[in-house]
């Protein structure tokens, strides 16, 4: 696989696409939370499988970065180990678990427990961009709605909600307000993340290679989660304990152990677990 | 602690691929298929990949559909992810289908016309029996002499174009400003993001290499009555053309190419309307290699798709252009559908806590409302049996199709 290196440019895609899908993304900044179309390419991995973010990846990524990759809180998951290793193959890049230590963090389905800093990069992998597409499955219609602001729909849909369950049933890629203007998809995160994502001092970059759209969060914006007044928007907890670090306000993922129900739970992030020490082996 | 935390993933997708590598490869006492069998033998397979893939290489689509282990889909993958990388020196000037060298071109709208018809190499009069002699080894067969003389035939929607019987196809036009491009100027689907509504120009390119099945499947439905089509195959013709460059530092034409493609014109009625004359209209198809089925589906979605353009009512899937532009590419397609492979344990922790914490308060309002003895004491029968398991959310389930539940978006 050396010959990999040696044939393709440095992090996969040339240079004229790179630099498209850098002028993307600083169009993306400019504007928050609004989705930008892009020349999206065919990568060495299959449309659905993180190939937007990995784009974005490509196109930022330089040599002394150090690279991290979650999926579902885990850099150990096969998803996340096999993108790792395409960067290791395609850039030679530095390569880290820590969340502190990484300048670029690509993800699928959560943000690391670790508050990010600045002059970090998060790149999330989105497999649907627009929010709306539940309520209106054209897209010349939803980018209208965008144009116009139109949000009724969302909110109309966040109140039956209430009206049905009692309360606002979306556990995870819960719709955001991003900058008071554009309504936005967090991605599937849980949306017990969903209050990282506000004012987060990280640059924050969203790619759909299926759907060929790139969107970002700019350091510092107020990204606000759907509510309402009587309803406020809430997190879920738990009233376990992560079962190796005892953490009580990390996301938990439950485990189970045998076949008549037995559960445990512990960290989805294995860094921040690992990281505040194994309380039982 | 039974409990194992998943490690090892890089061995694990290490071993996958050896073992893929090794049964795709089969037993060792079988000869390996070399690529010029492939590129021979399994012809239609290459001219799929090819058609799908949107490379013109032969030599490369047979190398992908090896390593796929003849898996047509996953081999247009390969080419695709390959040809991505490529550089873009030039476009070429607009191939010439009229200065085609046939192998075949058949008209079911004139008995016989210039050119005549030509069979060529085809399945349609074979009567599908299964060969058993081909099941052996080492058949001969001889080609028949060819009597074509290779020289141009006129199309035949040409024929009827010099009457004006057939609605002329316009140079490429922008949706909005209506400007008409030049020919660098024309769409390119591998560069630029498809926007809706399309361009006729981009709407072609993206049926070129939409999958078959799919391209298949709609024009059937068109047929059947979900849009609106009375189509004549008014040619289909399939032949090597040259493909010709004029860079611009040399200021003259260079053939650099000579490719198969199939071209199919569908030949359509068309009442006419205040601004239109009555006259036939037109769907196009062309794909390349010989992929007589796929440019034929091609050229009545081509037309399904051309509704708004001549004032027909939308009523079928084949008509709505954004639904068979959006859902037509296989490459996209089949990895949206197989990512749900991968890992989604987060977001069902989520939507786990969620139906739990419904039901917990669909229980407790039922229970408020509920006052007949024999319900309650199967709660308590549930209870009990769930005792010993306090992680699991207490009883009552509610009927599986009972309106509470929440709303489920795919999770990707």
Known sequence: MTSLTQNFNFAYLDEQTKRTIRRTLLKAIAIPGHQIPFGSREMPLSYGWGTGGMQVTAAVIGQDDVFKVIDQGADDTTNAVNIRRFFEKVCGVETTESTSAATLIQTRHRIPETPLQEGQIMVYQVPIPEPLRWLEPSEVETRKMHALSEYGPMYVRLYEDITQFGQIATAYDYPVMVNQRYLMRPSPIPRFDNPKLNMSPAIQLFGAGREKRIYAVPPYTEVKSLDFEDYPFQVETWDKACEFCGSTESYLDEVVTDNDGGRLWICSDTDFCRSRGKREE | MSYVAVKGGAKAIANSEALLQAQRRGEQTVPELSLEQIKQQMALAVDRVISEGSLYDRDLAALAIKQSWGDLVEAAFLLRAYRTTL??????????????????????????????????????????????????????????????????????????????????????????????????????????????????????????????????????????????????????????????????????????????????????????????????????????????????????????????????????????????????????????????????????????????????????????????????????????????????????????????????????
Request: proline content about 8%.
């Open chain 2, 87 to 412: 550089p873009r020196f030039y476009y070429s000037q607009p191939v010439d289908t009229g200065q085609m060298q046939l192998q075949r071109r058949i008209s079911s709208i004139f008995k016989d016309l210039p050119g005549g018809q030509q069979l060529g190499a085809s399945f349609d009069y074979i009567h599908r029996l299964l060969d058993f002699k081909l099941a052996a080894e080492d058949n001969q067969f001889p080609a028949p002499e060819s009597e074509t003389d290779n020289q141009p035939v006129p199309r035949v929607v040409d024929v009827l174009g010099k009457e004006g019987l057939i609605q002329a196809e316009n140079p490429i036009q922008q949706p909005n400003n209506g400007a008409t491009q030049s020919e660098e100027n024309v769409f390119d689907l591998t560069r630029q993001p498809q926007q809706l509504p399309a361009g006729r120009d981009a709407r072609l390119q993206n049926l070129a290499r939409a999958d078959e099945g799919f391209l298949l499947s709609l024009a059937y439905s068109s047929q059947r009555g979900y849009g609106n089509s009375h189509p004549f195959a008014g040619e289909i013709r399939v032949g090597q053309v040259e493909v010709v460059i004029c860079p611009e530092e040399l200021g003259f034409e260079v053939a650099i190419a000579s490719i198969t493609l199939t071209e199919v014109q569908m030949v359509n009625q068309f009442k006419g309307s205040s601004a239109i004359p009555p006259q036939f209209t037109r769907g196009y198809g062309l794909t390349f290699g010989y992929n007589e089925r796929k440019a034929m589906a091609m050229a009545l979605v081509d037309r399904c798709l051309r509704a708004e353009e001549f004032g027909e009512t939308v009523q079928g899937p084949a008509q709505d252009e954004e639904f068979v532009l959006s859902h037509s590419d296989n490459v996209a397609a089949q990895g949206f559908v197989q990512h749900l492979k991968l890992p989604h344990y987060i977001d069902f922790q989520a939507e786990l806590n969620l139906v739990r914490k419904l039901r917990q308060e669909y229980q407790q309002s039922n229970q408020a409302t509920q006052s007949t003895e024999v319900e309650i004491k199967q709660a308590e029968n549930f209870d009990s049996a769930n005792i010993e398991n306090n992680s699991v959310p207490t009883p009552i389930s509610p009927p599986l199709d009972h309106p509470t539940t929440p709303h489920h978006s795919p999770t990707p």
